[in-house]
């Protein structure tokens, strides 16, 4: 005993001073922590969902997070923050028991941020395993109008293979297309989409079907029939030289014919008597009737409107200019890296068969240019009628000098008289 109370009381101020400091610590993590509630809805992400089997009906999101945080991180807390996941990886739905209750892990990107509470921490989700089976297709195709009679379906498949939910396929009965028989009589020849429906004819889903539509064929007929057709207006001759047809408006685009159904059925479009645009260079617009045949006729329009378009013929060419100095200095000499450029013009042929090539030229504005070498921007004035589409090369290189002064020729020294020698006496 008396061991034990020496050990207690051995050095009992150190002791003493290691529990206030703990004391302090545990009331400085305590006042820096709050516990906080975030307001925002997270919602749950499926993890390793299986291959075979799909989630029916949508997860909930999780609500009521408590936590504790440093306060400067606290006030920076972002819904894109939190990741809250279930993990499906080791979830084995069957048929007669799809609801798997799996844990809901949440997380916060900062490591500071303790999760003290949330719900839902457990969730039941509804796990379909995935299947798949085979189908008839149905076609409705409503109520035949009055005075008309519509033969049997003929479709490019007869079956579906549909896939999805267990609970959703086990219901589905049939792939249903729908079609509409027009009161004009017209044939059904078109690809129709499919959907999937259970024996009462209520549409099921998500589920997929393969294929996804079907082509169905349906023959129409009755003692009179109409059918609306594009109308192709019919042109007779040539705009004069340099012109053409730039485009043919037809008022109306359509016309409804009628007659006996074996008449209409080879008639996809009807033609218009001819509209002459021999040696026009304007426009033209006529009033024409509809070349119809044996048997047809046109329920409405009785007449149509015509009116071709015409334009001048545009084209390009292109000449080869020579290039000048604009602003050069006598005091100066100027040297071209290139003498000729190639310049392409466009516009209508009666205006570029107008232009004189030899009045083309390229100008180079040297008058502000220093000694030295440059390559200096070339203009060309474009002929009327033209445009400027290019210029090969657009700039050309000059290079300026100076004349150096001519040499100045030294004056020849001025000779030196010599003196004779003077006689000497006897």
Known sequence: MRRVLAVVVHNWPLKLAAVVLATLLYAGIVLSENVQTFPASIPIVPIRQPENA?????LPSITNIRYVAPTDVAGRLTRDGF????YLGAAAPTSGNPFVTMPVDLKYADSRVRILDFSPQVITVRLDPLIQKVVPIDIDQGPTPSGLEAGQPVLSATKVTVSGPDSIVRLVAAARGRVLIQPSAIDVDQNVPLVAVDALGNEQGPADLEPSEVHVSIKVSGLTTTKTVAITPTISGSPADGFEISQIDVNPLTATLAGDADALTPITRIATTPVSIS???RDVASTVSLALADGVTAVSPKQVEVTVHVRAVRGSRTYSIGVRLAGARPDRTYTLGTQQVSLALGGT??????VNPSG????????????GRHTVRLTVPVPAGTTFTSLSPPSVVVTIGVPRPAATARPAPTPTATPAPSPSGP
Request: no cysteine.
């Open 360 to 371: 083309l030229v390229a100008t180079a504005n040297v008058g502000s240019l220093d000694p």
């Open 83 to 86: 990741t809250a996941s279930i």
């Open 349 to 354: 042929v009666a205006a570029l068969d107008a």
């Open 54 to 58: 799909v989630i029916v009906g949508n």
């Open 279 to 281: 040696g026009t260079s």
